[in-house]
């Protein structure tokens, strides 16, 4: 129940075109969904977060989509760059089974942007 | 946002030898969180560090494996003893972001291979 499926794998996208990341879940109390990007060697750096209470949240070329009623959320990349080129997790934050708050994160989205 | 570092940034150690990561933020938080990621693969959490309290261990983690400490606010340690090549892993630290009560800041990670 605190899984959090993440899909594809894998992408690879023309600079300019549109990279999307689809990611669904099934526990009903996760009540904030954050994107996180990850350069090779560093850490994940929070990217862009929604709440379930709005259905889309956009800051720049990142965009959230939010479905509700499906348990799905997904990322767009507008005019995909080679800088962004990254690993992509998704995540959701709720309360786990120990009764504390974390997040569980996605498997991860390895996006590769050709020039 | 805070700025998280992390030290080592990586080692190779022996098998059956201890490694201890330290975390220092460069602002007070209340929650710590220590997470491993596996070449490849995504974040799983070990533990929550609550400065003043014993941590809570996630399932299939325990104290005698990851002991940690968390003297204050802003510094905590993970030790990953009796070091298998199996915990060969990037451990991260994070810290909660105030607003959103949910772990937002990560460290850059260490690189830990055990041989």
């Known amino acids: 129940q605190q899984q959090v499926k993440q899909s594809p794998q894998s992408l690879i996208v023309q600079k300019g075109g549109i990279s999307i990341i689809n990611c669904a879940y099934e526990?009903?109390?996760?009540?904030?969904f954050p994107w996180y990007q990850q350069f090779p060697g560093k850490g994940p750096a929070l990217l862009i977060a929604i709440r379930p209470d709005v259905s889309e949240k956009k800051e720049g070329r990142f965009t959230i989509s939010f479905n509700k009623s499906a348990k799905q959320f997904s990322l767009h990349i507008m005019d995909s760059q080679p800088g962004d080129s990254a690993t992509y997790f998704c995540?959701?934050?709720?309360?786990?089974?120990?009764?504390?708050?974390?997040?569980?994160f996605g498997s991860g989205t390895r996006l590769q942007v050709q020039p | 946002s805070a700025v998280i570092s992390q030290k080592p940034s990586r080692d190779i150690c022996q098998r059956g030898t201890s490694l201890t990561i330290q975390c220092q933020v460069d602002s007070q938080v209340t929650m710590m969180f220590w997470y491993r990621q596996q070449p490849g693969q995504s974040l799983t959490l070990i533990a929550t560090?609550?400065?003043?309290?014993?941590?809570?261990?996630e399932s299939g983690f325990v104290i005698d494996k990851f002991p940690i400490s968390r003297p204050n606010l802003t510094f905590s340690t993970l030790t990953v003893s009796n070091m298998s090549p199996e915990d060969s892993s990037i451990y991260l630290c994070s810290v909660e972001d105030k607003y959103s009560a949910t772990e937002a800041f990560f460290g850059q990670g260490t690189r830990l291979t055990v041989v």
């Open positions: 995540a959701a934050s709720g309360v786990k089974d120990t009764g504390r708050r974390a997040l569980t």
């Open positions: 560090a609550n400065q003043g309290s014993e941590a809570t261990y």
């Open positions: 526990n009903t109390a996760f009540d904030y």
